[in-house]
């Protein structure tokens, strides 16, 4: 039995006169997916959403949104979708409860304790004009209309921009909850480490092109760790030669720095022959994974 993808594109290509934002993007997420969509500065993360919203048409190729084709069907799609744009434009003399309520008139299907029960999670202040709300007070009122009519499909443009740790982290529970009925969630940033804590898989998009889709486990276990370890007397930085995973060996007086990938076994090894007296590994560096991915970009960019 095969499912039917919650969000799909086939070799979807938007140009603007000469030049291409998208290029032959093709991908499937499936129900019950948090998808990170990732890239710098204007790779096409927004074009392809756009697409995907039919709010520009395509130059080439199909987008779907469960199953349905986002221009044919695109009042049908409606219902089915919750949106958050980067640039929320909402009108600034109405409260955000007044502005909830201008758009579930226009979907239909609100259930007002539900959305009640999530400006209480996000300490949303639904009282004041929007007009004079702070920038992350606003992006909460953005969120929760995003989710007020359980959509299938959650499609988030930059949605983290301006929140507190503390709220995106009761953000973070609210699509894992999501999701775990069914639903997807398509997350636009900037930055791996972003959505590292939430994302099923990410996909990279760069000058238009896909240029790859991992699963986020996948990417954690490719991740260089670093690992620091004191030793009771000075070990040389040749002990640790031709260890499987490890790199970069640094020696000063008894303590030893390195980075490893893989598993931490070939390393432990070499080091507990000696007299080991404490170890700390530090946390994955994900943002050094996704400047891999943008390296050439950057150095481009920096040339110029
Ligand atoms: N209406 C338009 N006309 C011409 N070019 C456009 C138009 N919309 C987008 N572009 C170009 O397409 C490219 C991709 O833009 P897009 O907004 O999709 O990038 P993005 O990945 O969302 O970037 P950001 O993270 O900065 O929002 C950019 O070079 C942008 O200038």
Not at 207 to 219: K, T, W
Request: hydrophobic content about 40%; glycine content about 8%.
């Amino acid at each position: 039995m095969t499912t039917t993808p919650a969000i799909e594109t086939a070799g979807l290509t938007k140009r603007f006169g000469d030049f291409t934002a998208v290029q032959d993007v093709s991908l499937q997420i499936g129900p019950g997916e948090i998808f990170g969509f990732l890239g710098p500065n204007g790779a096409g993360k927004s074009t392809t959403i756009r697409c995907l919203l039919d709010l520009i048409r395509p130059s080439e190729g199909e987008c779907r949104i469960v199953g349905l084709d986002s221009r044919r069907d695109a009042v049908e799609i409606r219902r089915h979708l919750g949106f958050l744009p980067s640039d929320l434009a909402l009108y600034p003399n109405l409260t955000g409860r007044e502005t909830l309520q201008f758009l579930a008139n226009l979907r239909g299907g609100v259930d007002w304790a539900w959305v009640d029960a999530l400006a209480d999670r996000f300490d949303a202040d639904l009282v004041k004009k929007v007009g004079e709300l702070s920038s992350g007070n606003r992006q909460k009122v953005g969120l929760i209309q995003a989710f007020m009519n359980r959509p299938e499909v959650v499609i988030l443009d930059e949605p983290i921009t301006g929140l507190d740790p503390l709220v995106q982290l009761e953000f973070h529970t609210l699509m894992r909850e999501h999701v775990a009925d069914g639903n997807t969630v398509f997350l636009s940033s900037h930055t791996l480490s972003e959505v590292e804590r939430v994302a099923d898989r990410v996909g990279f998009i760069r000058r238009g092109h896909l240029i790859a889709v991992e699963r986020m486990s996948d990417l954690l276990d490719k991740a260089l760790r670093r690992v620091r370890l004191e030793f009771a007397s000075p070990v040389p930085a040749s002990a640790f030669d031709g260890v499987e995973g490890v790199h970069g060996v640094a020696v000063e007086g008894a303590s030893v720095t390195a980075q490893y990938e893989g598993s931490m076994g070939p390393l432990l090894r070499v080091a507990t022959a000696h007299d080991v007296l404490s170890l700390e590994s530090s946390s994955v560096d994900l943002d050094e994974i996704f400047l891999e991915f943008y390296r050439d970009e950057l150095t481009e960019a920096e040339a110029v």
